[in-house]
């Protein structure tokens, strides 16, 4: 079998936060995990939740870590060290303010853009170069504290169409290990460009 794959999705602990906006990577992964039928179990030593299968012929890890979106590389850095994964082999599915609801962009490497969750994975990993999802979350319309807003839920609008955007950033989740990053993007950063 190949090389191990490993999908994180960013996120806080604890039913407070399941439905906010910085939870969006949590939300994808673990529906994800559900439609492979696998179960997530708590790791204490990757202080993460975690969920292994084979997916498309390709073993697949997924983590959610329990350190909180700041410290999210401690989690990583320890499934990494654990499994032998290589950084080219990681995505990060990643809430984004600077991209519109209900859009995305896949991108192989990249800065942390702002997001702590990320800056963390940079710092712990040692290296920019995995890969990340950035689901768009939007940005605050008044000058409000942006930590206030990542961590408000969404809209009652936006909870409408929060279904369908899970949903397609798990498909992208699952084109990226079917067909490797290229086809991925082309696919769906395409697809969000044409509508």
């Known amino acids: 079998m190949s090389e191990t794959l490993l999908i994180v999705g960013l996120g806080n602990p604890g039913k407070d936060y399941t439905y906010t ?27 993460g939740v975690t969920a292994e299968g084979v997916m498309l012929g390709k073993k697949v890890v997924f983590l959610l870590p ?38 995305m962009r896949l991108r192989p490497e990249g800065s942390a853009g702002g ?39 969404f809209t009652k609008d936006e909870k409408k169409h929060l279904g369908c955007f899970i949903q397609e950033a798990s498909e992208c989740c699952v084109a990226w290990v079917k067909d490797g990053m290229s086809n991925a993007m082309n696919q769906f950063n395409r697809r969000k460009n044409d509508e």
């Open 21 to 47: 906006r910085h939870n969006l990577g949590f939300l994808v992964v673990q529906n994800l995990v559900q439609q492979e039928k696998l179960k997530l179990s708590e790791s204490s030593a990757v202080k």
């Open 115 to 153: 997001h702590n969750g990320l800056k963390s994975m940079i710092e712990h990993l040692g290296t920019r170069e995995f890969a990340r999802l950035r689901l768009g979350v939007g940005s605050p319309r008044h000058k409000e504290v942006m930590a206030e807003y990542v961590l408000r839920e």
């Open 66 to 103: 329990l350190t909180y979106v700041n410290n999210s590389g401690l989690a990583v850095k320890a499934i990494v060290a654990k499994k032998g994964i290589e950084a080219k082999n990681i995505l990060t599915v990643v809430d984004d303010v600077n991209v519109d609801f209900g859009k």
